[in-house]
């Protein structure tokens, strides 16, 4: 103990607080099953905070005007989804599947075992990661009400119903794409194609911001109010990202290490492989595009993290930072305005990520079997999720109403949908009356 450095004594009574637990010290042995649960619970723990990291990119990358409007979708679709999931999406995705395509049971569960409790828990935050990504996609022009109805589907319906083909049979039996042997540890496809298939529903029925291509159909940039929040964001994604893909073993077991390497590794070789190819493409190396390729980077590598090679990880990553970099250029091409490029990030790479973990699975490379199931789920997840929140937006659209009008757009949702500003002081002219902002 003599040769610990000054400095570290202080951090002696939090050691050992961390090493005796209270089941010690009353005497009870420590067991397995309590050791998983603290992983997975911590894991859970870990996915919630990337709600944080969601909320700083997203508002960083929409203007001032919308800042606070951003932050309020992200606040609020965790909470609604949360609530649904419990009482219906955990069910339909987890519940006794019988025929293959959705659970008929523990639909909000309100007795179960101590196992049943943390597993939920830790689901309930995958399925609110997945709701928060069409977030940023729709970002400051559509109404604040029918956003979260479209969450609510999505977390209700369209993730937990693919979920349970994937996933399924917790309760007994099993998904029909898990019987084929699709492979997708932690949801690449699961969890960020579902999400990336509703975003690119969404933009394509709310239509692009007011300005943002003109009429012969150029591009026009639309540069975000913050970058330190978009890179403090990507920070506390990655950060996240090892509770997300650690915690997926569901237990804490000696194969936590090489899934975290890996996770690790995608995410550097995404940043790295979007900067090189901009270098050779003579483009700026921007710092919003770097940070969705590391991001980009996570998400493919989700899939296969604990069944391929560090250096298959690597590899996976640099090729999504590529995707990342020119999905959003291939979506403008389309007219189709995705404000944090979360189609490229999410619905490509993660379909790329869930083809690699076919390709590149340990011991068994570029089997054409396993590649031919990872192709049946990558399509599963495209017409269903796409499908089926292509039909929701558009109901929205055709009955209460989706697109706010032109005169909000323009003075901003912070201050039509919610009568607040993010920034007062530089927005002062409009904290006037806000009684009368929806007359």
Not at 219 to 246: C, D, K, Q, T
Not at 369 to 376: D, G, M
Not at 398 to 419: K, V, Y
């Amino acid at each position: 103990m003599a040769s610990w450095p000054f400095s570290c004594w202080p951090l002696l009574p939090l050691l050992a607080l961390a090493l005796i637990s209270p089941a010690a010290l009353a005497g009870e042995e420590v067991t397995p099953a309590a050791i998983n649960t603290v992983w997975v619970a911590t894991s859970a723990a870990l996915v919630f905070f990337m709600q944080a990291g969601f909320a700083l990119l997203e508002g960083g990358m929409a203007r001032s005007k919308n800042a606070v409007n951003v932050l309020m979708k992200n606040y609020l679709d965790v909470c609604v989804g949360s609530l649904l999931f419990w009482l219906i999406g955990f069910g339909l995705m987890f519940g006794h599947n019988a025929t293959g395509w959705f659970g008929t049971s523990h639909f909000a569960l309100n007795s179960g075992t101590s196992w049943d409790w943390t597993f939920l828990f830790f689901q309930m935050m995958f399925a609110a990661t997945a709701t928060t990504i069409a977030s940023g996609a729709m970002a400051e022009r559509i109404h604040f009400h029918a956003y979260l109805i479209g969450a609510c589907v999505i977390s209700g319906l369209i993730y937990p119903v693919f979920g349970s083909w994937a996933w399924g049979g917790y309760g007994g039996g099993d998904g029909w794409l898990k019987a084929l042997g699709f492979i997708d540890f932690a949801g690449s496809t699961v969890v960020h194609s579902i999400g990336g298939w509703c975003a690119l529903a969404g933009i394509i029925i709310v239509g692009p911001r007011l300005g943002r291509f003109g009429p012969r159909g150029e591009s026009r940039s639309m540069p975000g109010h913050n970058l330190s929040l978009v890179a403090l964001g990507g920070f506390i994604l990655w950060f996240g990202w090892f509770g997300f893909n650690g915690g997926s073993t569901l237990a804490a077991d000696g194969t936590i290490g090489k899934i975290l390497i890996n996770t690790h590794l995608g995410a550097c070789a995404g940043a790295v492989g979007s900067a090189l190819f901009s270098v050779a493409m003579n483009r700026p190396v921007l710092l919003t595009v770097t940070v969705n390729a590391s991001i980009g980077g996570l998400v493919s590598v989700t899939a296969g993290c604990a069944t391929m090679e560090p250096g298959y990880a690597l590899l996976t990553g640099i090729v999504a930072g590529v995707i990342a970099t020119v999905g959003p250029t291939l979506l403008a091409k389309m007219n189709w305005d995705d404000v944090v490029d979360a189609v490229s990030v999410h619905a490509f790479c993660g379909s790329w990520g869930t083809l690699a973990a076919g390709l590149f699975y340990s011991g068994d490379l570029f089997n054409p079997n396993r590649i031919a199931v990872q192709v049946i789920g990558i399509l599963a997840a495209l017409v269903w999720a796409l499908g089926t929140a292509w039909l929701t937006y558009l109901l929205i659209a055709s009955t209460i109403g989706i697109r706010s009008t032109t005169l909000h757009e323009q003075r901003g949702l912070d201050f039509t949908e919610h009568a607040e500003i993010g920034y007062p002081e530089f927005q002062q002219p409009q904290t006037f009356n806000p009684e009368g902002l929806h007359r």
